[in-house]
Nanobody, 123 residues
Framework: QLQLVESGGGLVQAGGSLRVSCVASGRTFTDYAMGWFRQAPGKEREFVAAISWTDGSTDYADSVKGRFTISRDNPKNTVYLQMSDLKPEDTAVYYC????????????????WGKGTLVTVSS
């Protein structure tokens, strides 16, 4: 099992920035592509960003492109999501995800989920 523990969520004003982190343990971190999904109240869980396990290539949902940046620190077994120019519609629980040998862009591709961290953006 790969355990994923998120941190860094909180309350931020619109236009502000926030970084959420996810520490992985239990398996070889570099075998996994990592990603972030989010779920807003009353909405389905949606893909936010992902980073590959090989060359560090990244992918983003159109709604966050240019505002969010995903990165990983392999020696620290950690993946980050730096969020800038936050909007009220970014309010959601953010979930860290891991997928073995495939970039997790759909829930079905995800092998492991964290428990989530709440990000609230006030207007």
């Amino acid at each position: 099992q790969l355990q994923l523990v998120e941190s860094g969520g909180g309350l931020v004003q619109a236009g502000g920035s926030l970084r959420v982190s996810c520490v992985a343990s239990g398996r070889t971190f570099t075998d996994y592509a990592m990603g972030w999904f989010r779920q807003a109240p009353g909405k389905e869980r949606e893909f936010v960003a992902a980073i590959s396990w090989t060359d560090g290539s990244t992918d983003y949902a159109d709604s966050v492109k240019g505002r969010f940046t995903i990165s990983r620190d392999n020696p620290k077994n950690t993946v980050y999501l730096q969020m800038s120019d936050l909007k009220p519609e970014d309010t959601a629980v953010y979930y860290c995800t891991a997928a073995r040998m495939v970039v997790p862009k759909t829930p079905r591709a995800v092998n492991y989920w964290g428990k989530g961290t709440l990000v609230t953006v006030s207007s």
